[in-house]
């Protein structure tokens, strides 16, 4: 097994290339080292400020498991780059969280429109309580396809109310 020194070194080369490819083989081996990728992970998180790099730290948490990873992902959901709150609420999604979906409530409404349909997205698929009321919202926004995402889940989900 690395040392979590040179774990650290490669796995931040990996997150800083600009190829998803590349970035998303180092998940597998940050899970394969088990503790030691876990404690990469979080030193990575409190270090790293660059979002390019945040991003894909998100998505190697939501890989793991443990008591850590919702704390992250809390954070991850207020973090000030769009890139890191994109990642967070896909790996919510990914990983069925209805706590964090819950959580993510507020980025239905966040200044980026890309933030707001991915997260009604999310919101409609693992509907925690309040996300007819997110998605309704979405009706009268101001982007069109913020609008048009809004229509085409409350025309799958027209039956469902919560």
Known sequence: MEAPAELYVRARAAFADHREPVSRAMMPMLSMAGATGVAVIRQMWKQENAPSIRRWVVEA???????????LLRQALADPAMTVRLHAILVIGQRRDHVLAAEALPLAGDGSGGIRTNCLAMLADLKPTGWRTAVEAGLVDAKPYVRAQSQKILAKNEH???
């Open 61 to 71: 948490a939501g890989a793991g498991s443990g008591r850590w990873v919702r704390p």
């Open 160 to 162: 469902s109310r919560a």
